[in-house]
């Protein structure tokens, strides 16, 4: 059981928005700052973005993060077939067994 | 650029300790932590801990506690990952990655920008 919740899988079709939710609680979400991976089949995390809403150098405007109280979202449009992919949120968690947390992950669906 | 370099795949007995390493290059190693992230098959992502590659600090997941060491070597650039008495769901892929965090007055920043390409650790008899 994962610290921060995600919905298992989302879907859209080529072209789409979708957006993929992330909630937590006052000890991680809401008082930390967030970040979002993408996962391809077969290979390592890569970061969309940190605190919150930051693009790092390279990943396209169609990657956005908002937050807001003890959730978040991970925003894509133009959904692309290549976008097909695990998603993870993560933060830190302040509670007495502080440290790193994720949520169980999101699977994107390109239709 | 940087470049997070693991060790390769191992493959272990029950009780057995494991120490994967990771070699970082393209930054100043000292400025950065490095975190490790286990991935068990079919499974999310679980964070294990932190080592701060300037003065060696480190933070270890609460469930690891007594089994896990992270170390660093800044001679050569290099942080390790030692899991002892492990067991059979301790398979899993093991990813190093660059980041460490710090706090200001709207909390702690904490992120992985760059990865290992993962070390593949199966624990069976």
């Known amino acids: 059981q994962s610290v921060l919740t995600q919905p298992p899988s989302v879907s859209a079709a080529p072209g789409q928005k979708v957006t993929i939710s992330c909630s937590g609680s006052?000890?991680?979400?809401?008082?930390?700052?967030v970040s979002w991976y993408q996962q391809l089949p077969g290979t390592a995390p890569k970061l969309l973005i940190y605190?919150?809403?930051k693009r790092p150098s390279g990943i396209p405007d169609r990657f956005s993060g908002s937050k807001s109280g003890t959730s978040a979202t991970l925003g894509i449009t133009g959904l692309q077939t290549g976008d097909e992919a695990d998603y993870y949120c993560g933060t830190w968690d302040s509670s007495l067994s502080a440290g790193g947390v994720f949520g169980g992950g999101t699977k994107l669906t390109v239709l | 650029q940087v470049q997070l370099v693991q060790s390769g795949a191992e493959v272990k007995k029950p009780g057995a300790s494991v120490k994967v390493s990771c070699k970082a290059s393209g930054y100043t190693f000292t400025s950065y932590g490095i975190s490790w992230v286990r991935q068990a098959p079919g499974q999310g992502l679980e964070w294990m801990g932190w080592i701060s590659a300037y003065n060696g600090n480190t933070n270890y997941a609460q469930k690891l506690q007594g089994r896990v060491t992270m170390t660093t070597d800044t001679s050569t650039s290099t942080a390790y990952m030692e899991l002892r008495s492990l067991r059979s769901d301790d398979t899993a892929v093991y990813y190093c990655a660059r980041g460490g965090g710090f706090y200001d007055s709207s909390g702690f920043h904490y992120y992985f920008d760059y990865w290992g390409q993962g070390t593949l650790v199966t624990v069976s008899s």
């Open positions: 605190d919150n809403n």
């Open positions: 006052s000890s991680n979400i809401g008082n930390n700052y």
